[in-house]
C-alpha cells in the first residue's frame, strides 16, 4: 500500500489556474503559518520575512510588479487564496543571531548564563558572508527550506499551491519595502483552490528516476 506521505507528495502539483471563490480558512492559515515559523535553519538563523497578500489594495499592488514581466503568473494575485512572499535577511549579522539567542533564552531552551556561548555557532554565519557583509547565497538557502517545508505542508492540507519565481524581483523588492523591512523577496507562494481549468492537476507527475539521482554506498 502507498504510503500518506507519498500520496500526498503526488497529490500535489503546481497549480496554473484558481478557483477565486474558494478561500483557504482561518484555521489552516494558522497551521501553515505556524509550520512556516517551524522550518528547520542552519544555526537556527531564521532568516526570513513572510508577508501575506490577501487584502485587495495589496493584491493590487502586487498585481502591478507583473507589468513587465512574468505576466504569465499574474492570474494567480486575483484568483488565489492569498500570495505569500518569501524574503531573506541578505545582511544576516550578530545582532540578528542575538533574537534567535534571546528567545532561546526566553523559551527556557538556552540558560541566561550560557548567552555568551550560544553565540559560538554564529561563526557559521561569518564563514557565508562576504569582505561586504553579504550573506545572501546563506540566507537564500534557509528560505528555500522555509518554502519547501511549505509546500509539502499544503500537500498535507490538501490545499493547492504554486511556487512562483517568475517575480520582477525588483519592482516587487520596491513595492513592498516597507513590509519587507530590508528583506530580500527571492519567491513567492500562491495558496488556494484549484479551478476546473487547471490543465497541471491532469498531467501524470514526472521525476528523474530513482536510480539516475540516488545511490546508496
Ligand atoms: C522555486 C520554484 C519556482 C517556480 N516558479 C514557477 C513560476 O514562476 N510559475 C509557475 O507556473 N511554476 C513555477 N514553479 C513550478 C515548477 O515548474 C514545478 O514545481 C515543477 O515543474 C514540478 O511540477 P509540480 O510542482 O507540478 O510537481 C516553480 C517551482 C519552484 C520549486
Redesign the pocket.
Known sequence: MTHQIIKDLNW???T?KYNANKKVSKEDLTIIYEAMRLSASSINSQPWRFVVIKSKTARMRMSQTFAHK?EF?EPHVGESSAIILFAHNPEYKRENYAEVVDKGIEDGRTKPENREEAFGSFFFAELNTDENGNTSPWTKAQL?LA?GNTLHTLARLKIDS?????LDIDLVNQEFKKELGGYQCE?ALAIGYQHTQDY?AKLT?SRRSLESILFEI
Open positions: 500535489r502539483h503546481s496554473k512574468f503568473n528555500y518554502l504554486t511556487p512562483i519565481e517568475g519567491v497541471n507527475k
